[in-house]
C-alpha cells in the first residue's frame, strides 16, 4: 500500500490519521487532529454511559489515553512537565495537553484550568494548545457550559476571550495570553456528559436489579471477612 | 524492555476493551517468531499473518504496540524509485516532500512528483524489546 492508497481513504480512518498525525507539518494540524480524536472518544464514552458513568477521573482518563494510542498517537497519562499532567499527547517538538477533572463545581474546575495554563505547558509556540476535559454528572450540558465560560472569564487574572460552542460537539475554545510567554494560548473546553438516569420502566428495573446485586455483595463481604 | 507476562498482561487489560487483544497477541506471536530480531512488514504482509483481518483492525493493533512503553514496532518509510530500487527516507524528508509536492531522491537529488506512488510503510519490529 502506496502513500496515495492511504491519502484516498476516509478523513476519519484510523490508517489515514496514523499517517497525518506521524508528518504533521504545523502545530496546528497535529492539534487539529488530536482534538478530534479526543472529540470522538469523548462521543463513545457517552454512547457507552452504563459502561462509564460511575467511574473516576483517572478511569476515564486511561480509557482516552489507550484510544489514542490505538489511533496512532503518542499519548501519555501523568507525564511529568512542571507537575502531573493528566494527558500528554506528543509529536516531536509539538506537544498538546490535556486536564481532566470530574466536575466537582467551579472552583474544583478553575484549579484544573490554571493547571493546565499556568503550569504544565511552557506557553511556547509547539505547546500553545490543550484541553480541559470536563466529565460531568450533571443534566443540561448546554448551560453547563455556559456557566462555566462564565466562571472562567470572570475569574482568571488574565482576560480570557471565549469562542462560540461549535453545535456539532458542544465544545468551546477560550484564548488567554500565556502570562511567561505573551503567546496566545488556546484551551478546548470539552465537557463530557456521563449523566445517566433513564426514566423508561425496563432500564429502572434494570438499575434496581444491578444496585440489589451489588447490595446483596456488599452484604456478603464482611462475612466472610469476619470468618 | 519489557518482560512477555506483563506484555500479555498489559495487552489483555488494555485492549481488551477496545477488541483489539487477539490482534495484538498475534503480532506479538509473529515477531517471536521470527528468526531476526528486526522483522519488516508491509501491511500486506502483516494483514496476511493476521488471518486477512480489515486493515483498521491491524493498523489500532500496530499502534498499540510501537506506542510507548511498548515500542515493539516502529513505522518506516520506503521509497522505490523508478528503476525499482528501494531507498530508507526519513519522516522528516517525507515531510519536506508533502510540503513542496515532490521528493529529492536520495542519491541523486531529482525530484520526484509522483513519490506518493512509490512511497511504502514498513513496519519494523524489534524482537529485543521483549524480555522472555
Same mark, same amino acid.
Given at each position: ?6 491519502? &484516498? ?113 511552557? %506557553? ?6 490543550? %484541553?480541559?476535559?470536563?466529565?460531568? &454528572?450533571? &443534566? ?88 | ?10 495487552? !489483555? ?61 516502529? !513505522? !518506516? @518509510?520506503? @521509497? ?39 512511497? @511504502? ?12
Amino acid at each position: 500500500m502506496n502513500l496515495n492508497n492511504i491519502l &484516498q481513504m476516509p478523513d476519519g480512518s484510523v490508517v489515514k490519521v496514523s499517517f497525518l498525525q506521524e508528518i504533521a507539518q504545523t502545530y496546528d494540524s497535529f492539534c487539529d487532529l488530536v482534538e478530534n480524536k479526543v472529540l470522538d472518544i469523548a462521543l463513545d464514552l457517552e454512547r457507552n454511559k452504563p459502561l462509564y458513568h460511575e467511574l473516576g477521573e483517572d478511569q476515564l482518563t486511561g480509557i482516552i489515553v489507550i484510544s489514542l494510542k490505538a489511533a496512532g498517537f503518542d499519548a501519555d497519562h501523568d507525564t511529568f512537565r512542571n507537575g502531573h499532567v493528566d494527558l500528554l499527547v506528543k509529536n516531536g517538538r509539538y506537544e498538546w495537553m490535556g486536564e481532566a477533572k470530574l466536575d466537582n463545581g467551579p472552583a474544583y474546575l478553575m484549579e484544573g484550568f490554571r493547571q493546565l495554563s499556568d503550569r504544565y505547558t511552557d %506557553g511556547n509556540p509547539a505547546s500553545s494548545r490543550g %484541553g480541559l476535559l470536563i466529565y460531568t &454528572q450533571k &443534566q443540561n450540558k448546554v448551560t453547563f457550559m455556559d456557566g462555566w465560560l462564565e466562571h472562567v472569564g470572570a475569574n482568571y487574572e488574565v482576560p480570557v476571550a471565549c469562542t462560540e460552542r461549535c453545535s456539532e460537539t458542544l465544545t468551546s475554545r477560550t484564548m488567554h495570553s500565556h502570562q511567561s510567554t505573551g503567546v496566545d494560548y488556546r484551551v478546548r473546553h470539552i465537557p463530557i456528559s456521563l449523566y445517566y438516569k433513564p426514566t423508561d420502566k425496563s432500564a429502572r428495573n434494570s438499575a434496581k436489579g444491578s444496585s440489589a446485586k451489588r447490595s446483596k455483595a456488599a452484604v456478603k463481604k464482611p462475612a466472610k471477612s469476619a470468618k | 524492555m519489557i518482560n512477555i507476562d506483563r506484555l500479555y498482561e498489559k495487552i !489483555q487489560v488494555e485492549t481488551t476493551p477496545l477488541g483489539l487483544d487477539g490482534f495484538c497477541y498475534k503480532l506479538v506471536e509473529l515477531v517471536m517468531k521470527s528468526a531476526i530480531n528486526h522483522p519488516a512488514y508491509t501491511y500486506a504482509a502483516l494483514t496476511e499473518a493476521l488471518d486477512g483481518c480489515a486493515i483498521e483492525d491491524l493498523q489500532r493493533a500496530l499502534n498499540y504496540l510501537k506506542a510507548s512503553p511498548i515500542n515493539l514496532f516502529a !513505522q !518506516q @518509510y520506503q @521509497y522505490v524509485d523508478a528503476d525499482g530500487v528501494p531507498h530508507d527516507i526519513s519522516r522528516e524528508d517525507l515531510q519536506a516532500a508533502m510540503l513542496d509536492n515532490a521528493l529529492s531522491h536520495p542519491e541523486h537529488g531529482y525530484l520526484d512528483p509522483d513519490f506518493k506512488e512509490r512511497v @511504502y510503510i514498513l513496519y519494523v519490529a524489534d524482537k529485543t524489546v521483549i524480555q522472555l
